[in-house]
């Protein structure tokens, strides 16, 4: 029962270099989201997937993209890596995208840019 | 601009008293709440939420309070066991639909044997 799994758990990129994060769930939900965790702050929306086909920016989207590849899959693309985004990134899927609908985490992803 | 806070960065609690943590919200469009707790090097699991149109809900040991019109919050664990000992975090979301969470800074709860 795997829930939410994030691809990598740990990465270490240079300046300018590109990398996409992987996410896939299999609790057949249909919103997806990808949120990034710095020190002492709470989660940040970067982008979320409403359903399959369907993709808007959240709170701080400026330089990632995202592809909801399918039902179970949203993947987050850093283009050209900076040192702000070195952070946490978690991956997160709900049922559908109404309010009451807890969303489920994976377990996240470390990444550092040099 | 931070619309959740969490002002207590961290809380102990001896085992079996009440642990309470509090949180509260600048968005009055927020419409409903969520608790998640994290332990490290693990994703925020759900652990209870609660609907503007309440003031109250409870879920076995865990209680959240709603307080609207001083956009507050906080979550009451009773009786507090070692295995509580996380950080938690208060989020929200709009009524707009979107769910999109608004999440605060977290509170590291330490409940002592």
């Known amino acids: 029962n795997a829930g939410v799994t994030q691809t990598p758990k740990f990465q270490v990129l240079k300046t300018g270099q590109s990398m996409t994060l992987q996410c896939a769930q299999d609790m057949n939900h249909n919103s997806m989201y990808w949120y990034r965790q710095d020190p002492g702050m709470g989660l940040r929306l970067i982008y979320y997937s409403a359903s399959e086909g369907t993709t808007d920016k959240g709170e701080v989207p400026n330089g990632y993209n995202v592809s909801r590849l399918n039902k179970r899959e949203f993947s987050l693309r850093l283009e050209s890596a900076a040192p702000s985004q070195t952070s946490v990134y978690f991956c997160?899927?709900?049922?559908?995208?109404?309010?009451?609908?807890?969303?489920?985490f994976g377990d996240g992803t470390r990444l550092s840019i040099l | 601009d931070q619309q959740v806070k969490q002002n207590s960065p961290s809380l102990s609690v001896q085992e079996g008293r009440i642990s309470i943590l509090n949180c509260d919200y600048t968005?009055?469009?927020?419409?409903?709440f969520l608790w998640y707790k994290k332990y490290p090097a693990e994703g925020p699991t759900f652990l209870i939420s609660i609907s503007s149109i309440k003031d109250k809900n409870e879920d076995g040991r865990f209680t959240v309070f709603l307080n609207k019109s001083a956009k507050h919050l906080s979550l009451h664990i009773v009786p507090s066991q070692p295995g509580d000992s996380a950080v938690y975090f208060c989020a929200a979301s709009e009524k707009t639909g979107a769910n999109n969470l608004f999440f605060g800074t977290g509170t590291r709860l330490t409940v002592i044997p």
């Open positions: 997160a899927s709900s049922r559908d995208s109404q309010a009451n609908q807890p969303q489920h």
């Open positions: 968005n009055s469009m927020f419409d409903y």
